[in-house]
């Protein structure tokens, strides 16, 4: 069992910056892949960005390239998520999750635990 707890969301003026982190309990924590998502009103759920378990490889959404950094910390059972040069469109409610298939992955139905989320809004 992977209990996931987010931190990090608010409110930011576009061209900003956040930093989104992800605690998880378990001794486990570094066995699994990590993913963020984000969920607009109105919108389905969709992929962000994904680390798999040894922190090596990276996955990112073509909207978020260049401007969103996952990253890992075992040691802190801790996944964060750098979001630059952030724009209106980014605004939603961000979930990370946990996938014990490993590797990067980018549907929902790959991840076993999710958190709750943090609210991410961005305003013009």
């Known amino acids: 069992q992977v209990q996931l707890v987010e931190s990090g969301g608010g409110l930011v003026q576009a061209g900003g910056s956040l930093r989104l982190s992800c605690a998880a309990s378990g001794r486990t924590f570094s066995s699994y892949a990590m993913g963020w998502f984000r969920q607009a009103p109105g919108k389905e759920r969709e992929f962000v960005a994904s680390i798999d378990w040894r922190g090596v490889s990276t996955y990112y959404e073509d909207s978020v390239k260049g401007r969103f950094t996952i990253s890992r910390d075992n040691a802190k059972n801790t996944v964060y998520l750098q979001m630059n040069s952030l724009k209106p469109e980014d605004t939603a409610v961000y979930y990370c999750?946990?996938?014990?298939?490993?590797?990067?992955?980018?549907?929902?139905?790959?991840?076993?635990?999710w958190g709750q989320g943090t609210q991410v809004t961005v305003s013009s």
């Open positions: 999750a946990a996938a014990g298939i490993r590797r990067v992955a980018d549907r929902t139905g790959e991840y076993d635990y």
